[in-house]
């Protein structure tokens, strides 16, 4: 029933609008493993491609030097994720001009979460405290588009799913473009959030992040922290796959397909996807759903890729 639904919505549904997000590398092999993925994705002409960056700013450095070296050798949108826990605003405004003067304009503004171990979050004492005031910050330098994270089960440390909700208003009425939501697993959930954002008068585009999960017990353990559900059907589907990374995969890519094709049944047509810097799965879900590569920048080395994978 689930795949005839698939695929009765695929003949008739828009092509959606997809991007990307890319983890930046920490060692060679994984540099080398990001850019058979990106090779191999850019062909899909993504309306952007985003880079993450680690817990307080870890991955400042390889941050930066995956999202100019996307500027530099594809044609790709680069979109650098930009934190402020932990630091001054002098050094945050640093790094945002960096980015203005190498031609990167779109920030994906985040507050980060606290260090591993610390007891709640501390705001840095010369820093932006919240999302909602890194927004303004960055406008003050310069022009950017920025993206802010948006939560359909609402953050884990909010008052009230009221108080995220007008967390998410300030930050857009500051000067966000857009919000893209942490994944969820039940289309409906987004739907919920997506009709409680009507409500408040949130007029900008919200982008459902779609996680494709092939390392279920990583992403369940990882959902417990972020306050994200994970649905008893997303578990079964997982039974009995221990070992098997290509069932895995293709049960992820099912799932992504049809959360999506949900979300679109009412009307959304842009979506997030996390890539996890594996290919297949995105690349997967991306022609079920009706994208076509144009011919630019094909890996050379496709096919190593996959072998590589490592099983996560
Ligand atoms: P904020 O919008 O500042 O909100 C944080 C919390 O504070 C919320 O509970 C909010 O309700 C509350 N709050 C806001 N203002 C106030 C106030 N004035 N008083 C009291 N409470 C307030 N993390 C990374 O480290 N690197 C990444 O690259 C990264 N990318 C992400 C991408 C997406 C799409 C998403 C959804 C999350 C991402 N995160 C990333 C995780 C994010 O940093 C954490 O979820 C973090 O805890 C919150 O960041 P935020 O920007 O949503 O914070």
Known sequence: QRIGNLLSCSRDMPTPA??????????????????????????????????????????????????????RETDLVPAAHLTCVGATREEVDA?????????????????GDPPAGA???TPHPGGYAYASDLVPGLRRIADFDISVAAYPETHPAALSPEADLDNLKRKLDAGATRAITQYFFDAS?????????QSAGITAPIIPGIMPVSNYEHVARFSTLCGVTVPVWLTRLFEDTDGNLELRRIVASIVAVEQIRTLQTN???????????????????????G??????????NVADYS????TT
């Open 18 to 71: 997809l991007s990307f997000e890319f983890i930046p590398p920490r060692t060679e092999p994984m540099e080398q493993r990001l850019w058979q993925c990106i090779r191999r994705l850019a062909p899909l002409s993504p309306h952007f491609v985003s880079v993450t960056y680690g817990a307080g700013g870890s991955t400042q450095a390889s941050t930066y030097a995956t999202v100019l070296r996307l500027r």
């Open 95 to 111: 790094v945002a001009r960096r980015y203005w003067e190498a031609g990167v304009k779109h920030i994906v503004a985040l507050r």
């Open 119 to 121: 007891v709640g979050y």
């Open 189 to 197: 959930t987004c739907l919920r959030f997506l009709e409680r954002c």
């Open 267 to 289: 009307g959304i047509n842009e979506f997030h996807i996390s890539t996890l810097n594996r290919a297949d799965p995105t690349f997967a879900i991306a022609h079920i759903l």
């Open 291 to 300: 994208l076509r590569t144009t011919g630019r920048c094909m890996s050379d």
């Open 307 to 310: 072998e590589q994978e490592e």
